[in-house]
């Protein structure tokens, strides 16, 4: 059990479904970030390195051969993440395809800031005297959201091998 | 194909194969990386592969520590594709011949 304090921003319910818990500023926000998201992808800015990973490190000819596929698909995806955020963000319950697909997107936004801001530490203070402090607490926030969303939707994971689970 | 090989089933098959013979020799590999949470490491561990609660904590922890964890192995086709599914999830993931 987490000892640290949960503040519940999606909450699973008896039918399948998952309670978004967040304010009105907070849901424009996301959906402005996801904007943003969606217009990087089409560019090859170094940002965007961590959404489009080499498969092949050693071998740049068969990655070549990877990416060709995988580059499309993977913008195709995300873009599919954002329209499905934008067309979902006022709702108060969402279904576990549209969380995952909020997962997702605020996971890549992450990726995006994280690679930015140059995070090398999986925890560093935030000075606060870093001209890039909101852009830090930004971070820090998308990692509250999507280690709530991942702690919601657990709950809709089999768990075949854990016997104490009723 | 000489005498098939006795091999052990896994409890739990939803979609990946835990063999290592020959003919399967590609390997994927996840790098520890700041930037993803240890639970969504562990979180995507658990929906791409149906791993236990469990195996996918220790994976996601051999990732932490040890900086990069084997998490799925088969033919080229088959590691390509799961290698694929973590990058969807923008998991650092790559593939290489098993030596």
């Known amino acids: 059990m987490p000892l640290f304090r949960r503040h519940l921003l999606f909450v699973p319910l008896d039918d399948g479904s998952y309670a978004v818990k967040l304010s009105q500023e907070a849901r424009h926000g996301i959906v402005t970030l996801a904007q943003q998201l969606d217009d990087l992808l089409d560019t090859d800015l170094p940002e965007t390195r961590r959404l489009f990973p080499t498969a092949y490190p050693e071998d740049p000819e068969r990655d070549a051969g990877y990416q060709v596929f995988a580059r499309q698909q993977l913008i195709d995806k995300r873009r599919d993440a954002v329209e499905l955020i934008r067309s979902t963000a006022s709702k108060d319950r969402l279904t576990e395809d549209e969380l995952s697909a909020w997962m997702g997107v605020l996971n890549d936004l992450r990726l995006v800031l994280g690679t930015m801001l140059d995070v090398s530490e999986d925890d560093y203070d935030i000075d606060s005297d870093d001209p890039n402090i909101d852009s830090h607490m930004l971070y820090r926030y998308l990692g509250e959201l999507v280690h709530n969303i991942v702690e919601a939707l657990t709950t809709s994971l089999p768990d075949p091998e854990d016997e104490s689970t009723p | ?99």
Do not use: C
């Not at chain 2, 020959?22 to 969504?40: E, K």
């Not at chain 2, 490491?41 to 964890?69: I, P």
């Open chain 2, 1 to 99: 194909m000489g005498t098939p090989l006795e091999v052990q089933e896994p409890q739990i098959d939803l979609g990946t194969e835990e063999t290592t013979d020959a003919d399967r020799p590609w390997i994927v590999l996840v790098w520890n990386d700041p930037i993803n949470l240890m639970s969504y490491v562990a979180f995507v561990f658990r929906k791409v592969f149906g791993f236990s609660e469990e195996k996918a904590n220790r994976l996601m922890l051999d990732v932490h520590e040890k900086g990069r964890a084997v998490v799925s192995n088969g033919t080229r086709f088959e590691a390509e594709r799961d290698v694929n599914r973590l990058h969807s999830h923008g998991l650092w993931a790559t593939m290489e011949h098993d030596k």
